[in-house]
């Protein structure tokens, strides 16, 4: 039997501390067997597991056109399915690797005490539990023909279940191919691909001063100027997204995500800043940007563990920077204290 372990970042760095200590204690006592020592580590750091990237634990998103994804739903939904059921369907699917695994093993008979089976329990329950997330939207992944007040609860879901079988093999989300054979397990999907593009812009669409007139801000720096920075969202990290600022042109007022900026009166070079406590992302470095999750999240953290700035920025690092595919820096602890004090002020 074949057994997997998992090895994080943090335990890694705890056994390699204690086994520096270990060897630099057996050293200083016996220093006649430095040569062994050196081997011993080196022996000894060959067998530590090491730490793969998430990125190659992952399946590639469906890489099929639109033409045969709609043609699907246009042939085996209802006419007035909405595109939030069919987006549901979709990523419950691709949300559940390790469900289908287990449905298309057991629709493959390997032994000759196993039973075929084209509907699985597996695939039941997982209907089971789309039918109740979706409530009275769930008619609606069935056609006219096969609505009927006479049809019982367990038809609805065998038809619906059939409906999501196919839908899977469609996707290949799979791991066996069309002849039958075992290609390989299925992994977590990846939404790489799919991320939306973000923008930090102003969270006012026109002018708010009280001596000018609500007029609608023009955008204030061209396209080749717009500075691209790092943003933290949901612990999410996305690179590369564009900052972009309004700017009234009656009153020149600038509108930043975070902060307005306004000409003192009877004054041409004297601006005051005006933070917004409304802010959705608020500015922690010079080229990095959170949410209010993260600066909340940092100011629970060292309020409720007395932690430090050092500490939590090294915690949020091994959790969830060490996961993620990115090229960006670390998270360091003058910028986790910024948002410490952003968020407290």
Not at 58 to 85: C, G, M, R
Not at 235 to 250: N, Q, R
Not at 269 to 291: M, P, R
Request: aromatic share 10%; hydrophobic share 40%.
């Amino acid at each position: 039997m074949k057994y997997e372990f998992s090895f994080s970042l943090t335990t890694a760095t705890y056994i390699v501390q204690h086994l520096f200590q270990w060897i630099l204690w057996i050293i200083i006592t016996k220093p006649g067997n430095h040569m062994l020592m050196v081997l011993t580590m080196i022996h000894t750091f060959g067998l530590l597991p090491t730490v793969m990237a998430s990125s190659q634990d992952q399946t590639p998103f469906p890489d099929i056109t639109f033409h045969v994804f709609a043609s699907y739903v246009e042939k085996n939904f209802s006419t007035k399915v909405s595109l939030a059921t069919v987006l549901t369907v979709l990523f419950t699917l691709t949300s559940n690797p390790d469900l289908l695994n287990l449905h298309a093993c057991q629709q493959k008979r390997h032994f000759v005490e196993e039973q075929s089976q084209q509907m699985t329990g597996w695939l039941k329950t997982l209907t089971y539990a789309l039918k109740d997330k979706l409530g009275n939207a769930a008619n609606s992944l069935l056609q006219r023909s096969e609505q009927s007040s006479q049809l019982t609860h367990d038809h609805t879901i065998k038809a619906i279940g059939t409906k999501l079988n196919a839908l899977s093999k469609l996707l290949k989300l799979t791991p066996y191919d069309e002849d039958g054979t075992l290609v390989a397990q299925l992994k977590p999907v990846s939404e790489k691909s799919i991320e939306p593009v973000l923008l930090i812009c102003p969270i006012s669409m026109e002018c708010e001063t009280s001596t000018c007139n609500p007029r609608s801000l023009l955008q204030n720096t061209r396209h080749q100027d717009l500075p691209r920075v790092t943003l933290i969202k949901d612990a999410k990290i996305y690179e590369d997204v564009l900052v972009l600022s309004g700017k009234c042109p009656k009153c020149d007022t600038t509108y930043y995500a975070d902060h307005e900026s306004a000409l003192v009166a009877e004054s041409q070079n004297s601006w005051n800043k005006y933070y917004l406590n409304s802010a959705k992302y608020i500015k922690i470095g010079k080229h990095l940007w959170v949410d209010h999750s993260f600066s909340s999240a940092v100011l629970n953290g060292i309020y409720s563990f007395h932690a430090s700035a050092a500490a939590f920025a090294e915690f949020w690092n091994d959790s969830f920077w060490a996961i993620q595919n990115t090229t960006c820096r670390k998270v360091s602890r003058w910028q986790i204290w910024r948002a410490f004090v952003q968020e407290s002020i």
